[in-house]
């Protein structure tokens, strides 16, 4: 097939440029991992952030995962040195059952390129050592996920072992059971 000019071939949206410092991040995220952002996004913007968004919180979560994988690696390779096993053979790759969409929706997020590639590297490894068929979308579900389990968690501890809002002297004791 010849490309003419009324015949180009497709861009792509997540195509990499080199000249922008982000990139847009498009996942379909579990529901109950947005509704945890959601609730961060309410809580915020009530006492504390008037500018917050999801993509705010997404970054900011993604940001200090990335880091930490960043400054692991980074002593892992410093104290290690060479890799005498560099030949090791990766394994196969293992098809994962594809989830319900209906607990699923689509975000956008504008992330820093430095984070994607902290991301698109934890997708590699578990691609080549894990045996998992993953791509990015699945490595920042799996970031979100467990942030949003350790808010809902602390929040139902809060709500469990507090008998009322510590602050408000109208508070009727624990209603949250």
Not at 89 to 109: H, N, W
Request: net charge negative; proline share 3%.
């Amino acid at each position: 097939m010849t490309l003419s000019k009324d015949n180009e071939a497709p861009s792509f949206a997540r195509e990499a440029n080199p000249n922008l410092d982000r990139s847009e991040l498009r996942v379909n995220m579990h529901k109950f991992t947005l509704n945890m952002i959601d609730a961060e996004v309410h809580f915020r913007l009530r006492y504390s952030d008037a500018d917050c968004s999801r993509s705010r919180v997404i970054n900011e979560v993604l940001a200090n995962w990335a880091q930490r994988q960043w400054e692991a690696a980074q002593i892992q390779c410093d104290k290690a040195g060479d890799n005498p096993f560099a030949a090791i053979a990766a394994k196969a790759l293992e098809f994962v059952e594809p989830q319900s969409e209906d607990k699923f929706e689509c975000v956008r997020a504008s992330v820093p390129k430095t984070t994607l590639q902290v991301i698109s590297a934890a997708a590699e490894h578990r691609k080549a050592f894990q045996g998992v068929n993953a791509d990015r979308g699945t490595v920042v579900n799996e970031v979100m996920n467990e942030w949003a389990n350790q808010k809902w968690h602390g929040a139902t501890l809060t709500l469990k072992l507090c008998e009322g809002n510590p602050l408000d002297s109208d508070s009727a004791g624990g209603t949250h059971a």
